[in-house]
């Protein structure tokens, strides 16, 4: 890391990954290219690294407010959703400068940014190249040649006070004040070592230029305008010359301040120390039997290695997504004097005998002394936690069972994914791990896996695997809507290059269909290689992201719709409708299921795609 910084310091948490995602807000794209992070309205958004704003500009849909910085090398980054943008289109900025402020213009529904990092003109995961703790300080990226920047400015006078409120005779890096010498305390985002030159301020320090060394808690960036304090000669210069406004020249060439020795690039991750013995949770509760043969039959296991059975008022709701979240169940239940279960106690639930969820109590709300509305989530919810793995030669499957083992999590099936993922370094959620693994072998074998639990077990399948019997038409779809497109993740050209170092040459190769182009018009997937492959391979290759790619989007949704508990995220029915642009006999996949029972009543919302690669209409 290094070679980025992390471009909003002040954020609060990634609101949403990259990737493939579900989303209510109108106009949102299903496929995310980027990375959500949340944060205040009006903090700054900074340049990821050096490089030219090729755009500043306003999408009422959309980005809104967005900018895209030029890196050079074929990298650019894109910020999207400000409330204001801070530079034009043409200018140079150095790596941690403010180019804009959080906001929430355009297709989004909060404040936050959208940050994209594009290799090639392709998306790819921003948080495989940066985080958050990637600074201005620890920048290791090249710097701009001759990259000078002119900001507005806000200059304050300072002189050492002996006193730690005012920080000392000392600067940031501990080494003592040198009042002779012309030096200042600058923002967090202006590198040490950076040249800041003083201008429009009508006094005699116009037109010098003073050296960062130092930082301040109050000397920070606000509405554009950039706080530094200058040291002066003496007390006496210092309170004559006060406070004063005008611009700055920030010379993003000037040589770095040394605050430690240069790191290594990181190629591996080694766990040096562990604290402690890794707790396992006892379950006495995965051996029970089921004892209702008709409707609902919910049992919680409590602190006590006890079994209840609690009176459940109103719906028993269970959901499951295809990729990125774990399945939950939602129910109310009656408090008595008996009933008595807390966080972390886990949760059965079958219907009609059939297993259908299997999990733990994440949270226990209510609102009087008679009803617990209760939240649980199945295995899957501890994918959300972040961790740090680096792994080469791998399946997505050994992949799989590897991060199970470390959880403590239970398997169940997980076939052999068979293709082998070469070196990775992972620091992300084990969702975005797993999901990056699963692209890998998409795109290389052209084979599209469905990781969910089943009742207490993960399970690892192949999506042909999971073809349901079960046939939706206009009768048992009374109620649905239906959309196509092809203007997102949709291509009929696949585009594939690599740099041959031996040759001098970058290698292209192409593969076209025809027909689509013909209907269409040309729709480019592009991407370069890290690796050389074969000439047949790379054929190969592209023919297989063509057959995934080359296919209309598709989505169908579906209410009240006659429940089968078979019948969850991953797997897919059987649909024959007339849906307008044409008439549907095959099998979707279903991305999101919510199923209720409501008083031995079970019906099912379902939400439907076409699976790339996988199904043709």
């Not at 994918?383 to 199970?404: C, G, H, M, P, Q």
Request: some cysteine; overall charge negative.
């Amino acid at each position: 890391m290094g070679k980025y910084v992390w471009p909003c310091p002040s954020y609060s948490y990634v609101s949403s990954p990259f990737g493939p995602r579900n989303i209510s807000t109108p106009g949102a794209s299903r496929y995310h290219k980027g990375v959500d992070l949340a944060a205040a309205d009006g903090v700054p958004i900074i340049a990821a690294g050096n490089g030219t704003v090729s755009i500043s500009d306003y999408e009422k849909q959309g980005y809104g407010n967005w900018i895209e910085l030029d890196h050079g090398g074929g990298i650019t980054t894109r910020y999207a959703h400000a409330s204001k943008r801070l530079v034009s289109a043409g200018a140079k900025v150095s790596a941690g400068q403010t180019i804009a402020l959080v906001g929430t213009t355009g297709t989004s529904s909060g404040c936050h940014l959208h940050f994209e990092i594009r290799v090639n003109g392709v998306a790819r995961d921003p948080l495989n190249f940066v985080k958050d703790s990637d600074t201005v300080s620890n920048y290791t990226g090249k710097a701009g040649a001759g990259a000078k920047n002119v900001v507005k400015a806000m200059f304050t006078a300072y002189y050492p006070a002996n006193n730690a409120m005012e920080g000392g005779f000392l600067d940031a890096l501990g080494n003592p004040l040198d009042t002779s010498k012309r030096t200042c305390a600058a923002p967090a985002s202006v590198p040490f070592g950076t040249k800041i030159t003083v201008q429009g301020t009508g006094s005699e320090l116009d037109g010098v230029t003073y050296t960062v060394n130092d930082r301040g808690g109050a000397i920070n960036i606000q509405n554009g305008v950039y706080h530094f304090d200058l040291l002066m000669s003496t007390n006496e210069e210092c309170n004559r010359w006060g406070v004063k406004y005008g611009t700055a020249i920030l010379d993003g060439d000037g040589e770095e301040i040394d605050a430690g020795q240069s790191s290594k690039e990181i190629t591996r991750v080694v766990v040096k120390s562990i604290t402690g013995v890794a707790g396992t949770r006892k379950e006495i509760l995965r051996k029970a039997e089921p004892y209702l043969l008709a409707g609902a039959e919910l049992l919680l296991q409590n602190s006590k290695m006890e079994l209840q059975n609690p009176m459940v008022e109103g719906d028993i709701v269970w959901e499951t997504t295809r990729t990125g979240s774990p399945a939950s169940l939602k129910f109310t239940v009656v408090k008595d004097d008996i009933l008595s279960f807390h966080e972390g106690n886990p949760v059965a639930f079958r219907f009609n005998g059939e297993p259908v969820f299997y999990g733990y109590v994440f949270k226990k709300e209510r609102s009087d002394s008679r009803l617990i509305q209760v939240t649980c989530y199945d295995q899957l919810r501890y994918f959300k936690n972040k961790d740090s793995i680096s792994y080469a030669d791998w399946t997505y499957s050994e992949l799989l069972r590897v991060l199970a083992k470390d959880y403590g999590l239970t398997c169940g099936t997980i076939v052999d994914t068979k293709y082998k993922i070469p070196q990775r370094i992972e620091e992300t959620t084990l969702f975005d791990i797993c999901g990056n693994a699963a692209d890998e072998t998409l795109v290389n074998t052209g084979k599209i896996y469905v990781l969910y639990d089943d009742f207490g077990k993960l399970m690892l399948k192949p999506y042909e695997s999971m073809l349901l019997p079960i046939w939706i038409d206009q009768n048992t779809a009374q109620e649905y809507s239906y959309a196509s497109s092809i203007d997102n993740e949709v291509y009929d050209r696949v585009k594939l290059a690599y740099d041959n170092g031996e040759t001098g040459e970058r290698e292209i190769y192409v593969t076209n269909d025809t027909a689509s182009q013909g209907r269409w018009g040309v729709l480019q997937y592009y991407a370069k290689l890290d690796s050389a492959l074969s000439s047949a391979d790379m054929q190969t290759k592209a023919k297989v992201l063509l057959d995934y790619y080359n296919v209309k989007q598709r989505e169908l949704s579906i209410k009240k719709v006659f429940g089968d508990v078979r019948a969850r995220a991953g797997a897919s029915v059987a649909v024959g409708m007339g849906l307008g642009d044409i008439n549907i006999s095959n099998y979707m996949c279903i991305e999101k299921a919510r199923h209720t029972f409501s008083f031995g009543l079970h019906t099912m919302d379902l939400t439907l795609s076409g699976i790339r690669g996988e199904f043709h209409a």
